[in-house]
């Protein structure tokens, strides 16, 4: 059983950073991508940033471009998500996610990702 454990979420003022963590554990598992997506209150859930391994390629939601980096060590099966000049609009749940092998579909889509975490609240306040 592959299990993610985010960690690292808070509360911050606006303008703040935060750096969220995920752990994997479980069986062996080697995944072919990580991603953070978040859920606002009463609002879908939708993609931030996902980095694939091979080779190491980072992507990112348009409004988080340059204020959120991604990075992470697949040996150690671990990936963050450095989150820097926090808005009140980043508030939401987030949560870490894994895709075990390359399949179609676009990689902002949540049913492409195999694995998720539990979710970690990030509140940002104005």
């Known amino acids: 059983q592959v299990q993610l454990v985010e960690s690292g979420g808070g509360l911050v003022q606006a303008g703040g950073s935060l750096r969220l963590s995920c752990a994997t554990s479980?069986?062996?598992?080697?995944?072919?991508?990580m991603a953070w997506f978040r859920q606002a209150p009463g609002r879908e859930r939708e993609f931030v940033a996902r980095i694939r391994w091979n080779p190491m390629t980072t992507y990112y939601k348009d409004s988080v471009r340059g204020r959120f980096t991604i990075s992470g060590d697949n040996a150690k099966k671990t990936v963050y998500l450095e989150m820097n000049s926090l808005k009140p609009e980043d508030t939401a749940v987030y949560y870490c996610a894994a895709q075990a092998r390359q399949s179609i579909g676009h990689y902002t889509r949540s049913d492409k990702y195999d694995y998720w975490g539990q979710g970690t609240q990030v509140s940002v306040s104005s």
């Open positions: 479980g069986r062996t598992f080697s995944s072919y991508a």
